[in-house]
T-cell receptor, first 109, second 112 residues
Framework: GIQVEQSPPDLILQEGANSTLRCNFS?????LQWFHQNPWGQLINLFYIPSGTKQNGRLSATTVATERYSLLYISSSQTTDSGVYFC???????????FGPGTRLSVLP | DGGITQSPKYLFRKEGQNVTLSCEQNLNHDAMYWYRQDPGQGLRLIYYSQIVNDFQKGDIAEGYSVSREKKESFPLTVTSAQKNPTAFYLC???????????FGNGTRLTVT
């Protein structure tokens, strides 16, 4: 089945810094989502982005499907951005979403 | 407000007991899913249901059972056959099967 990798596994930032999180996948996809899991375990939808670029406030995401990766950009980070960021992909012809292992982000005040 | 409700938030059980986790959605979504998350790990699919009265096994279905008698409800039973049941369980739904997922707040199950 499709393999999903995320990097870096851990990231520590000072408040106000920018960051880029990466999601690589091993096969063609027709669905891709980015989620933020807050410290209480709640999974929040950030983007549905099988291709192209989207922006929502301080967050933006780009998926280059032909090269099999997606990037999540966080600008001017805040302590509330802390948590784990997951990408989930559905392979072309596949049945279900497969989750990556996540990037744990800690934003320090 | 539309959403997915999982209850209870925390659940404690003795080994050897079956336990049922509740998941209810009022989003009018056709598809529902159960995921398991272990500490420091990603999510793994237990079961999914594309429509009412239909469900399929996911990647780690052994020791679990589900039912989908109503569109709004997709309860998960963790049976005594599940060897390592302690985990965080997340329910999700989507408008139709394979469309973007929306998650409930999860149930943390501890079995001792």
């Amino acid at each position: 089945g499709i393999q999903v990798e995320q990097s870096p596994p851990d990231l520590i930032l000072q408040e106000g810094a920018n960051s880029t999180l990466r999601c690589n996948f091993s096969d063609s996809v027709n669905n891709l989502q980015w989620f933020h899991q807050n410290p209480w375990g709640q999974l929040i939808n950030l983007f549905y982005i099988p291709s192209g670029t989207k922006q929502n406030g301080r967050l933006s995401a780009t998926t280059v499907a032909t090269e099999r990766y997606s990037l999540l950009y966080i600008s001017s980070s805040q302590t509330t951005d802390s948590g784990v960021y997951f990408c989930a992909v559905k392979a072309l012809g596949g049945q279900n979403f497969v989750f990556g292992p996540g990037t744990r982000l800690s934003v320090l005040p | 407000d539309g959403g997915i409700t999982q209850s209870p938030k925390y659940l404690f059980r003795k080994e050897g007991q079956n336990v049922t986790l509740s998941c209810e959605q009022n989003l009018n979504h056709d598809a529902m899913y159960w995921y398991r998350q272990d500490p420091g790990q990603g999510l793994r699919l237990i079961y999914y249901s594309q429509i009412v009265n239909d469900f399929q096994k996911g990647d780690i279905a052994e020791g679990y059972s589900v039912s989908r008698e109503k569109k709004e409800s997709f309860p998960l039973t963790v049976t005594s056959a599940q060897k390592n049941p302690t985990a965080f369980y997340l329910c999700a739904s989507s408008i139709v099967y394979q469309s973007p997922l929306h998650f409930g707040n999860g149930t943390r199950l501890t079995v001792t």
